[in-house]
């Protein structure tokens, strides 16, 4: 029997909020499942050790030259419709239209 195909919730350019720390950012890619190294998971996962086998994304965060790697059930969308400040912003995205971002290519 095969697995379950997995489904993104959130798609590239999408703005996105983590639901415990606030901060805004932008999907520019993910994973189906986590492909991070075992040290990393067990630095981060904290008390409420996110699935592994569920979506993980690549967000760059705004007002900050950081990005993040973040398991699905630690975001949600931000539907606030403002723009997102970061440097690369204009490496990864062509355009800002409708509260999202239009990728430059697909990474995945």
Known sequence: MQPAAVTASFQLGQIVRHRDLGYRGVVYDVDPAY??????????AGERAPRRDAPWYYVIVDEEDAETYVPEQNLEADESGEPVWHPEIEDLFLDFRDGAYVPRQMTN
């Open 35 to 44: 492909q991070g190294s075992e040290d990393w998971y067990h630095r981060h």
